[in-house]
Structures are given as C-alpha cells and as structure tokens.
C-alpha cells in the first residue's frame, strides 16, 4: 500500500503547540511553519494575532473553536485544497482539552496528511516534574465542573494504578482536591503551578495537606498529579477494618466506627462502612 505521508503532492495541515507561559518556548521549525502556510487556523484570534505577532508572522488567521469547529473545520479545508495550513489553540497542543481534533478527523478523511510539530504541553511538565511514578500514567484532562458528576467521575478512576493526571482551573482547584482525598483517599500528589512562567511552583505533598492549602496561594494555572492507587491499600484496609472492629467490640456503633477509623486512616468512611457490614 501507498505511504501517504511521503506523497509530495498532499497539502497538509500542521498542528501547532504554542507555548504555556514562556515565549521562549516557541521552537524555529514552529515559527518557519507557521510563516509558510496558506492559513492559520486557530482558537481565539486576538490570543493568537497577539501570540504570533511576536514572531514576526501576520498570515491570515481563521476562527476555529469549541463552538465553531465542525464549521470552521470546512473553511479550513478549502484552504488545504489549495495548500498547507496550520492550526494553534490559545496554549499548549491542540487538541489536548484543546480544540483541533474534529479538524484532524476531517483532514484526515478527506485524504490529507497531518503533522504534529513538537513543543509546549502543560501535563507533560507536570508528571516529569511531579516527582510521581512516570512510567505508566493516565491523563484525564478537566473533571466534570458540577459535583454530582465529578465524584462520579473520581470513583470510576479510584482504583487505577496509573499516575493520574488532572487540568483544573483556578476558582474550582479547592473543590476538586477536596473531592480527590474525599474520594481516592490520601495519596501523594501534586500541584504543578504557573509551569514555564516566573512563578512556576511544584507543591509535591499528600492530598490532604493539598486540600487543606489556603486557597488565596493557589492562583494561576494548575495541573493537579495524583499517586495511583497502591497495592498496599489492601493491606492498609485490614489495618483498618480490624481497628474499626475493635471499636464495635467496645461498644461503639457502627456508623460511629466507620467514621473513627476513616478519621484516623484516611480511608472513605463508606468504604470501611460497607467492608464492615459485608464481613458482618
Ligand atoms: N492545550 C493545553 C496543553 O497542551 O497543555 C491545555 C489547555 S487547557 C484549556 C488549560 C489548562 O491547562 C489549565 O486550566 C491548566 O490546568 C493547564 N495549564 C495550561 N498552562 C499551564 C501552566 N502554565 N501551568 C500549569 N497549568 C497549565
């Protein structure tokens, strides 16, 4: 069969990562690209006009967002029958939590070619500098803004092994972490903050310390890293459950102890509740 990434005759249409924070992540084979094209497309243009005007490149910028792109994406196609294009979102990969993906869909089934050109990504910076287990790791991208669906979201994840990876925003960073150590119980985690700007910071502590952080000190951008669960918790649920039991066989109730020995062992008061009436 055809490789048709080496037919010279395909337009193709390049995906961009823009730098997260540090303009100095911009790389030349990025720029010269983005020089080149017919088009940019792209996520919001007063971000991207302002972002590229620094690189000296004024090519002509089109719409393409959450809620344009199945649209946008046909516009943008015209322009690659004609010749190469290029996509950029406001920061970081397209496509990531990112617009950019209908587009690759589209190209794709219409028989061009993509490229990806290499650069800034903020999960990456976050897990490598994390200090967490990076060699397997499960990226979630944003949790559910509505609490109901979040902690659904949470307990489907509970027992993944993997290194988990979360975007957050700023007004719901306390809300979420309270969720995560409510629901995955404590673990090591860690916030990665303002990554590649002046104050990046890496908070590498548990999730119930994270949680319990004032809220005015967690601004700007914020991944959140969080342990996969360990083999141990099963251990550490024998631990608890017979220190639970011991309080029952004092006379305390159940609930009571389900509650006592979540305070004490950080595990979810359900959870014990439930293993103690099941072993009932
Ligand atoms: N496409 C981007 C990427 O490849 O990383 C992600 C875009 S998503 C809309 C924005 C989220 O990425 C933020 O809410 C934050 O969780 C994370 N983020 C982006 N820039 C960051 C930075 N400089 N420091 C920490 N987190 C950042």
Do not use: W
């Not at 990969?93 to 070619?113: M, Q, T």
Request: glycine content about 6%; proline content about 2%; hydrophobic content about 40%.
């Amino acid at each position: 069969m055809r490789n048709r990434n080496f037919d010279e005759n395909l337009h193709i249409l390049y995906l961009i990562p823009t730098p997260i924070g540090n303009l100095e992540e911009m790389n030349p084979r990025a720029i010269n690209i983005l020089k080149s094209v017919l088009a940019i497309g792209c996520e919001d243009t007063r971000v991207s006009k302002q972002l590229l005007a620094n690189f000296g490149i004024s090519n002509k910028l089109i719409s393409c967002h959450e809620h344009n792109e199945e649209m946008a994406s046909e516009e943008l196609l015209k322009y690659l029958e004609t010749g190469n294009i290029a996509y950029v979102s406001d920061a970081g990969y397209p496509g990531i939590s990112d617009p950019g993906h209908r587009l690759v869909v589209k190209a794709l089934e219409n028989g061009f070619k993509v490229s990806v050109i290499s650069g800034p990504n903020a999960m990456l910076n976050a897990l490598v500098g994390s200090g967490l287990d990076t060699s397997h790791f499960y990226f979630h991208g944003f949790l559910a803004s509505k609490q109901s669906a979040r902690l659904k979201e949470l307990e489907d994840l509970k027992h993944k092994k993997e290194t988990m990876v979360f975007y957050e925003s700023p007004h719901r960073i306390t809300d979420t972490l309270l969720d995560l150590k409510d629901v995955l119980g404590n673990r090591k985690a860690c916030i990665a903050r303002e990554l590649t700007k002046r104050f990046e910071e890496f908070i590498r502590e548990d999730l119930n310390t994270l949680a319990s952080l004032d809220a005015n000190t967690l601004k700007g951008e914020m991944v959140i890293v969080v342990d996969g669960e360990k083999e141990d918790k099963q251990i550490n649920l024998d631990v608890v459950l017979s220190y639970a039991k011991e309080l029952i066989k004092n006379g305390v109730n159940t609930k009571l102890a389900a509650k006592l020995a979540s305070e004490k062992y950080n595990v979810s008061k359900n959870v014990i509740y439930n293993a103690i009436i099941k072993g009932e």
